[in-house]
Structures are given as C-alpha cells and as structure tokens.
C-alpha cells in the first residue's frame, strides 16, 4: 500500500514563509515524478510544481521566483519551499506523484496566508 503524507501547513502573514513535505511510504519500487498542487474554495485544483526523479522542475507562472520544489530520492521525499506568500496562496496543497506506473495523492494540507 502506497502512501502520501503531507506536513508543514499552516497560518502564515503575507510575505512569509512555509515549507512543505511530502513523504512516500509503502511498497515503492518507482517515483518518477513528485508534485504539488493547490485548490482554494470555489476554484478548480491547479498545479504548483513538479520534479521528475532526474531533477526537472516545471511550476507554475503565478509561483515562479518565490517557490521552490526539491526531492530527496533516497527518503522518497518532496519538498516545497515558499517564500514570498501572497493572501492568494491560500489553498489545500496536495502532492502528487507517480509511483509504480499509478497516480497517488496524499491528503492535503493547508496553507492560510492572511493579509
């Protein structure tokens, strides 16, 4: 059984910062491509930025500059370093990731960014 589990949400004043993790546990034999992604109410869920197991990122133009994606391979970890946090960050953040040939998500967390 393969897990996702996401830490390091929370409340957070504009122009902080946060970092997320995201831990994969269970029966691995693969990661090709670890993400992020956020949903705010009343919006569709959008990507934030992925890392493929070879180090390539790919975010998202409204995170561009303030957020950083990292993995470790060896721990089957994720990471997401935001700085810069606008009131419009404000989202369930979930990561994704291929594992195994399948799509996984993790539970969400979430990140407040008050004004």
């Known amino acids: 059984q393969v897990q996702l589990v996401e830490s390091g949400g929370g409340l957070v004043q504009a122009g902080g910062s946060l970092r997320l993790s995201c831990a994969a546990s269970?029966?691995?034999?693969?990661?090709?491509?670890m993400g992020w992604y956020r949903q705010a109410p009343g919006k569709q869920r959008e990507l934030v930025a992925t890392?493929?197991?070879?180090?390539?990122?790919n975010y998202a133009e409204s995170v561009k500059g303030r957020f950083t994606i990292s993995r470790d391979n060896a721990r089957n970890t994720a990471h997401l370093q935001m700085n810069s946090l606008k009131p419009e960050d404000t989202a369930v953040y979930y990561c994704n990731s291929v594992i195994n040939g399948k799509w996984f998500w993790g539970q969400g967390t979430q990140v407040t960014v008050s004004a």
């Open positions: 269970g029966s691995i034999f693969r990661i090709i491509v």
């Open positions: 890392i493929t197991n070879g180090g390539n990122t």
